[in-house]
């Protein structure tokens, strides 16, 4: 089936976002059970959620390279799993500020071949990831702050 025909520049660099999607989505999908394991429920369900998130973010990447004509490939990114739960919520705030860069990036590509459809896509991911998952990961390491460890992971149980 051919699609629309993409600019190859802008589908090599999907495929290279689509790769930091799957491996936000793989450091999620770990933290969130090591979460779980731990018994902090409400930490689990949150970055549970993240990982759907971010399994909707490659959806689209994957649907709009097949669209512009290209083949999905995702070369291994590095997933950077903490072994405490301010190390996985400083690792996780570490990705998705990558992921921003990454994405603004991508829009300045697009903007650059005039594909405003793709762009759209990523100004809304964008919008996602700045005001949903690093907002809400750095009001956590706010919180651990001001409350303290041990009242911050009391308060997810």
Not at 1 to 27: C, F, S, T, V
Not at 45 to 71: K, S, V, Y
Not at 106 to 124: A, F, N, P, S
Request: with cysteine.
């Amino acid at each position: 089936m051919k699609g629309l025909k993409g600019h190859p520049e802008i589908i090599d660099y999907m495929n290279k976002l689509l790769a930091g999607e799957l491996a936000a989505r793989d450091q999620y999908f770990i933290h969130s059970r090591m979460y779980a394991e731990w018994g902090y429920n409400k930490l689990f369900e949150r970055i549970d959620h993240e990982m759907d998130d971010e399994t909707g973010h490659a959806h689209d990447f994957i649907r709009r390279i097949l669209m512009l004509g290209g083949t999905p490939v995702s070369a291994p990114s590095e997933v950077n799993i903490g072994s405490d739960v301010v190390q996985m919520l400083k690792n996780d705030l570490k990705l998705e500020l990558e992921v921003q860069a990454n994405l603004k990036k991508g829009i300045v590509l697009c903007e650059k071949h005039q594909d405003y459809v793709t762009r759209q896509m990523l100004v809304e991911q964008l919008k996602d990831t700045e005001e949903d998952h690093a907002h809400w990961l750095e009001q956590q390491l706010n919180l651990i702050d001001h409350m303290g460890l041990k009242n911050y992971l009391q308060s997810q149980v």
